[in-house]
């Protein structure tokens, strides 16, 4: 079967999108159930959102992911990596709009709270900057928030998913991981190692970040878990890199994954945040 991106004709809420997400709850604590939070008409209008790139030297890919986001998105922050090639340039020319900020320390999870941190919106969208994740599963995800979830994890494993990405050393590691937490913290989750994701931006404190590499996907489950959160997964597509090789490497990413989970169950939520700032983020300007 071939796996096409999914249609960008829907909207979030709508009918349309309604039937077609076939979400499920994996974590939804009884003393917090789902309906506790209002998510009235007035609010969902009233709510903003923030898209989150993290990118490093991926001028060739930036500007597919970034003329594809949708226009009921609200602000768009560029986390840049100290690219050495014109990621920047490309993104500004694609996008405007686009607020491009130094990534503080090294590492994708160093990116990732460097805007966490800068985003404004009450919602926030994780969204790589490879073109490997379809910004229009946006919908998926902000419809889910809207339905009063706080943490939406993209899964490649729920009916209409799929990847075409995944290798079977990759596949194997995912499954490995996501069975460990499930057993370890009594969860339910399909996926584990997959950064597409989304949440209230008021609940990013109870999500406790400190994870400096891919790691910081894992963490954000766990913590999620640890503190409460309602979590939902969502149907996603995987597709494949647009242009260059991915930063990810599955022996070295899967072992820090794995030290992360022993470090949580043994020490919850204790470790303190100490990033490795490159000399780059020291000596250059901000960008505005």
């Not at 039937?19 to 209002?38: K, M, N, Y």
């Not at 003329?67 to 990596?81: A, K, Q, S």
């Not at 069975?179 to 989304?198: I, M």
């Amino acid at each position: 079967m071939t796996l096409q991106p999914l249609s960008r004709s829907v909207r979030p809420r709508s009918a349309a999108t309604e039937a077609a997400v076939d979400w499920q709850v994996v974590a939804a604590p009884t003393s917090r159930p789902l309906g506790a939070v209002p998510t009235g008409v007035e609010q969902i209008a009233a709510r903003t959102i923030t898209v989150v790139v993290p990118a490093m030297n991926e001028e060739r890919n930036i500007a597919w992911v970034l003329e594809r986001i949708p226009g009921y998105v609200d602000e768009i922050l560029l986390v840049d990596g100290h690219s050495t090639d014109d990621t920047v340039g490309v993104a500004r020319r694609a996008r405007p709009d686009v607020h491009v900020v130094r990534q503080r320390g090294c590492g994708k999870g160093a990116a990732m709270r460097t805007g966490f941190e800068c985003a404004s919106g009450d919602y926030v969208v994780v969204l790589d900057a490879d073109g490997s994740m379809d910004p229009a599963e946006i919908d998926y995800y902000v419809a889910a928030l809207d339905s009063g979830y706080d943490l939406v994890k993209g899964s490649r494993e729920l009916p209409g998913s799929g990847s075409m990405d995944l290798t079977p050393l990759r596949r194997w590691g995912n499954h490995v991981l996501v069975t460990t937490v499930n057993l370890t913290w009594g969860s339910e989750f399909t996926d584990l190692c997959y950064g597409y994701l989304a949440f209230r931006r008021d609940r990013l404190a109870d999500l406790a970040l400190a994870g400096r590499g891919f790691e910081i996907e894992t963490e954000i489950t766990v913590n999620a878990i640890d503190a409460g959160l309602r979590i939902a997964e969502v149907p996603t597509v995987e597709l494949l890199r647009h242009y260059g090789d991915s930063h990810l490497n599955a022996w070295r990413d899967g072992r820090r994954i794995l030290r992360f989970l022993v470090r949580a169950r043994l020490h919850p939520r204790s470790r303190p945040v100490t990033d490795r700032i490159d000399r780059r983020a020291l000596t250059a300007a901000p960008w505005s």
